[in-house]
């Protein structure tokens, strides 16, 4: 039997013993949360606030919580994480000297894309550090950049909760992917957000990770994709190779 720790710290085990409800029991109104940990309301809506901002839970449509993409099926292998990780992150500082934007490495994880880490831009205004978020796949640059090298019925299960239409238009755009080498995302995840994101092949037994650059949509120009996707591309292959070579 495990003993409370000495100095527990009331707040962590709050917000873990809710994670766990989440995962088990599923959704939950913020009065159902405050009554299951003996907590106010206020208290319940705070601890519910980051478990969102850290996408252990997310908000429903009728102001339920719901557990979030952490707690939810498609996690990706810690090992994999860990090597990718250790490998991308001096690409990723190149990639910020010659871009001077924010850079990514991201693994696909179910329906959604991990950012595993960052490297931000040294400049005031900038894309911070994503790392330990998650967001759907179909919308983020590296997640499309991903699902365009996938076979059909792999592509299928990850988009199988999108409608028809939406998912025919993905599909178009994911042609537009394949043939370019690279996917877009121009404020479909944040507004004021413009990314680029290019797949990096498989190899050391790390599979679907991309790379991506994200900047203020202010300061993105097309004039600079071209620049910025010989730069990813240069990336993702350098870390294949040591991926491969590990």
Same mark, same amino acid.
């Given at each position: 039997?495990?003993?409370?720790? !000495? ?12 994670? &766990?409800?989440?995962?088990? #029991? +599923? ?10 940990? +003996? ?62 934007? &924010? ?39 590296? +997640? ?8 059909? @019925? ?5 988009? @199988? %909760? ?5 998912? @025919?238009?993905?599909?178009? #755009?994911?042609? /537009? ?16 957000? /413009? ?11 790390? #599979? ?6 994200? !900047? ?19 990336? @993702? +292959?350098?870390? %294949?190779?040591?991926?491969?070579? !590990?």
């Amino acid at each position: 039997m495990r003993n409370k720790p !000495a100095y527990a710290i009331g707040s962590v085990d709050s917000a873990l013993l809710l994670a &766990t409800l989440l995962q088990q #029991e +599923g959704a939950m109104r913020v009065t159902d949360v405050a009554d299951r940990l +003996g907590v106010s309301v206020s208290t319940a809506h705070r601890l519910l606030g980051m478990l969102v901002y850290r996408d252990f839970a997310e908000q429903l449509p009728d102001r339920r919580y719901a557990p979030g993409p952490v707690l939810r099926p498609g996690a990706v292998p810690q090992a994999s994480v860990t090597t990718l990780r250790e490998v991308a992150v001096p690409h990723l500082r190149r990639l910020v000297d010659a871009v001077g934007e &924010t850079a990514n490495v991201v693994l696909l994880a179910g329906a959604d894309v991990r950012f595993v880490a960052t490297v931000e831009s040294r400049q005031v205004l900038r894309v911070g550090d994503r790392t330990g978020r998650t967001l759907p796949a179909h919308l983020a640059s590296g +997640g499309k950049a991903l699902l365009a090298a996938m076979d059909d @019925a792999g592509r299928a299960a990850v988009l @199988a %909760a999108l409608d028809e239409a939406d998912g @025919a238009r993905l599909e178009r #755009e994911l042609r /537009t992917v394949r043939r370019r080498g690279f996917a877009l995302n121009d404020q479909a995840t944040e507004a004021g957000l /413009t990314a680029v994101g290019v797949a990096v092949p498989a190899a050391g037994g790390v #599979e679907k990770a991309a790379l991506s650059l994200a !900047a203020p949509s202010v300061r993105y120009s097309r004039d600079r994709l071209p620049e910025w996707v010989a730069h990813l591309t240069e990336a @993702a +292959g350098a870390v %294949a190779r040591e991926l491969g070579a !590990a």
